[in-house]
Nanobody
Framework: VQLVESGGGLVQPGGSLRLSCTTS????????MRWYRQPPGKERDMVAS????????TYADSVKGRFTISRDNAKNTVYLQMNSLKPEDTAVYYC????????????WGQGTQVTVSS
């Protein structure tokens, strides 16, 4: 199983980034997909989620209206479009795959750094 995030980097406040998480080794379309983030010295919190195979989305209040999660089941990839970025969005962003099949099945990516600074 592999989840590989990409697209992070340094961006100025008000800018945009698009994160990608490309996966392999499991049936992507059967998993709910989530993005989490962990700011320096703080806990990891969920930012956005999208259901399997892609009907409904949820967002943390802090990113509603600015971030959009989407998925492409043909490419086994989930995306996070981040607009109007703020310094408080600075964090390591992690991709997560989740499914319940008699037990919880959960996979994590290695994370990608997003830094919002002028």
């Amino acid at each position: 199983v592999q989840l590989v995030e990409s697209g992070g980097g340094l961006v100025q406040p008000g800018g945009s980034l698009r994160l990608s998480c490309t996966t392999s080794g499991f049936t992507f379309s059967s998993y709910n997909m989530r993005w989490y983030r962990q700011p320096p010295g703080k806990e990891r919190d969920m930012v956005a989620s999208i259901s399997s195979p892609g009907g409904s989305t949820t967002y943390a209040d802090s990113v509603k209206g600015r971030f959009t999660i989407s998925r492409d089941n043909a490419k086994n990839t989930v995306y996070l479009q981040m607009n109007s970025l703020k310094p408080e969005d600075t964090a390591v962003y992690y991709c997560n795959a989740l499914r319940y099949d008699r037990t919880w099945l959960r996979y994590w990516g290695q994370g990608t750094q997003v830094t919002v600074s002028s």
